[in-house]
């Protein structure tokens, strides 16, 4: 093990300063953290994930004032969703400013930004800023995870996924499972009205309510996490309903996540029955790996119905589903 293992934020923060990497809980999934104007040390979280480099990344601030040496113009109805989410599990995408580099962006012109709801986060950030003296420093920081499989939600994930690719001086920050479980509602805030690029914990309805403005349909702004085929395990994930649930035939080898409420078949191994929404979010992903290190082959899902978490935990499932 050539990484440095720790619960110091300081710490964390003092190898980001360095040009190391860093393994970085939030309040949605662990991150995969590299200073955002090292250019170096950026192209090493690429080259770990196996990221095409046109794939945007989102650059994380400690708060709402940071924001402002990142982009260039804010609209208001941005503003209002900023004021009332952050800190919290939303992205926002806007017009870039003449600091922020083309290996951030995709080579588009606009930039994706967030505030973490995690106070860990947070205090990296803090640390980061008085170390280098910069209190609106960034954190580029994906998922800390091989591109397009499953996000970690614990720090012994991450480092299973990616502490081969991790060097001398680079920490894994181990702050417990994150919370929300599922990455951030990504809304491209670049136009005259609001466009989710990602569902998430922020609800549509949240989004329109705090706007004033109706959310427009489509927008050209590439975002992280929004491949058809995406959030995979090993194992073949097939989306399914209660019905086709209680008749299939299953054995050792097939995996199933459903509400608690829904009986498990004979036969077949279940690897999650939450009790609420937000227990299926949280126990998404470690769902997902835990079918991996069971070996088996099938995982039968069962999608909650509803909107906002439901429909964002839909999406990631018929992403991992994907062939």
Not at 101 to 116: I, M, S
Request: net charge negative; charged share 20%.
């Amino acid at each position: 093990m050539r990484f440095t293992p720790t619960t110091d934020p300081a710490t964390a923060a003092q190898a980001l300063a360095d040009g190391q990497l860093a393994v970085i809980p939030t309040e949605t999934v662990y991150g995969l953290g590299a200073q955002a104007e090292d250019p170096v040390a950026v192209a090493r979280v690429f080259a770990a994930k196996g990221r095409p480099v046109d794939h945007p990344l989102i650059v994380h601030v400690r708060n709402n004032a940071a924001v402002q040496g990142w982009v260039r113009s804010v609209p208001e109805y941005a503003i209002a969703l900023m004021d009332e989410l952050w800190p919290g599990p939303l992205t926002v995408v806007l017009p870039r400013s003449e600091r922020v580099a083309d290996y951030l962006t995709g080579g588009q012109d606009t930039v994706a930004v967030r505030v973490p709801g995690s106070p860990v986060m947070r205090e990296v950030l803090r640390a980061l800023g008085e170390i280098v003296n910069d209190e609106s420093v960034g954190i580029a920081a994906p998922s800390a995870n091989r591109f397009g499989r499953v996000s970690p939600t614990t720090a012994q994930h991450a480092a299973e996924e990616l502490g081969e690719a991790l060097a001398d001086g680079d920490v894994v920050l181990d702050a417990g499972p994150c919370v929300v479980g599922l990455e951030s509602t990504i809304v491209d805030c670049s136009g005259s009205a609001p466009v989710i690029l990602r569902p998430g914990k922020v609800t549509a309805e949240q989004i329109e309510k705090l706007a004033k403005i109706p959310l427009a349909d489509s927008t050209n702004t590439r975002a992280p996490g929004t491949l058809a085929s995406h959030y995979s395990p090993a194992a073949k994930v097939r989306l399914t309903s209660i019905d086709e649930l209680a008749v299939s035939i299953g054995n050792q080898t097939t995996g199933v996540i459903a509400m608690a409420t829904v009986p498990t078949p004979p036969g077949v191994v279940r690897i999650s029955a939450p009790h609420s929404i937000e227990e299926y979010a949280a126990g998404l992903y470690r769902a997902l790996r835990e079918a991996d290190s069971l070996g088996l082959r099938l995982v039968l899902a069962v999608p909650p119905e509803g909107s906002g978490l439901a429909e964002a935990i839909r999406d990631r499932l018929q992403r991992a589903a994907h062939e």
